[in-house]
T-cell receptor, first 114, second 111 residues
């Protein structure tokens, strides 16, 4: 089946630094990828929709200058958390829709900002 | 906003069937019912999806009512590894609409 590889699985960074999270579709082409974040004991919240070769679409309340999304190829989308602060600590998850119509999720990235 | 309503939590004895209900009374004709589950600190895992007919795969069965306003996910023989949060989501069949997650049901399988 479709596989989405997400890295890193865990990252700890200092406040004020930037962190990049990568998501790769391994056996299919993903023209669109979705980025979510999840705070403890809460559900997944959609942050943005990433389209290959064009600008991402951000959900209301998500700062596009803080969460930079790049979808330069049909198999790779990246999310960069810029100038990270402790309140950005969260579980970030990507997802892509495969050719069969199903949605596949990455394994998630646990970001801790200290 | 999520278009589904699920009980916040359920318990199930190991080896018994787990029946997880979901209400989606405002579902549109072109929307499928998807079920995913999330084990702690992992990404959501696909379980099953359907439009109007009942569906079965190696993981579970999906029963959709005739009016499509509700559905039930059945795990026929629950194991401890099935302990997770289960999400019922409705979404259009085509295009690139993201899945919108509600709060889900936290299923605890008890030995």
């Amino acid at each position: 089946g479709a596989v989405v590889s997400q890295h890193p699985s865990r990252v700890i960074c200092k406040s004020g630094t930037s962190v990049k999270i990568e998501c790769r579709s391994l056996d299919f082409q993903a023209t669109t990828m979705f980025w979510y974040r999840q705070f403890p004991k809460q559900s997944l919240m959609l942050m943005a929709t990433s389209n290959e070769g064009s600008k991402a679409t951000y959900e209301q309340g998500v700062e596009k200058d803080k969460f930079l999304i790049n979808h330069a190829s049909l198999t790779l989308s990246t999310l960069t958390v810029t100038s990270a602060h402790p309140e950005d600590s969260s579980f970030y998850i990507c997802s892509a829709r495969g050719e069969g119509g199903g949605y596949t999720f990455g394994s998630g990235t646990r970001l801790t900002v200290v | 906003d999520a278009k589904t309503t699920q009980p916040p939590s359920m318990d199930c004895a190991e080896g018994r069937a787990a029946n997880l209900p979901c209400n989606h009374s405002t579902i549109s004709g072109n929307e499928y019912v998807y079920w995913y589950r999330q084990i702690h600190s992992q990404g959501p895992q696909y379980i099953i999806h359907g439009l109007k007919n009942n569906e079965t795969n190696e993981m579970a069965s999906l029963i959709i009512t005739e009016d499509r306003k509700s559905s039930t996910l059945i795990l026929p023989h629950a194991t401890l590894r099935d302990t997770a949060v289960y999400y019922c989501i409705v979404s259009p069949a085509g295009g690139n609409t993201p899945l919108v997650f509600g709060k889900g049901t936290r299923l605890s399988v008890i030995a």
